[in-house]
Nanobody, 116 residues
Framework: QVQLVESGGGLVQPGGSLRLSCAAA????????MGWYRQAPGKQRELVAA???????NYADSVKGRFTISRDNAKNTMYLQMNSLKPEDTAVYYC??????????WGQGTQVTVSS
């Protein structure tokens, strides 16, 4: 049973930075999509950033220029560097991997709180 293990969340002041990591515990064959999503209280889960096997990236307008998604294929690990954090970035962040044969995996979520 493959699990995605997230780390790096926490409490940070506005303007600060955090780096989230998501690692696959177990072997996943042919990952073609990795994404970060977030869900704030009372809101729907939304896409933050995604990266494909061809290194194409996609960002939500609200995080463009502040967040950077990257991956290490050899380690089946994905990262999200978050800079210039704002209170509205406060949410639970989830990672998502998609692989061949309709295999999809979600992390357990990590809390990011931006507050002074």
């Amino acid at each position: 049973q493959v699990q995605l293990v997230e780390s790096g969340g926490g409490l940070v002041q506005p303007g600060g930075s955090l780096r989230l990591s998501c690692a696959a515990a177990g072997s996943i064959f042919s990952i073609y999509y990795m994404g970060w999503y977030r869900q704030a209280p009372g809101k729907q889960r939304e896409l933050v950033a995604a990266i494909t096997s061809g290194d194409n990236t996609n960002y939500a307008d609200s995080v463009k220029g502040r967040f950077t998604i990257s991956r290490d294929n050899a380690k089946n690990t994905m990262y999200l560097q978050m800079n210039s954090l704002k209170p509205e970035d406060t949410a639970v962040y989830y990672c998502n991997f998609r692989a061949l044969f309709n295999n999809e995996y979600w992390g357990q979520g990590t809390q990011v709180t931006v507050s002074s």
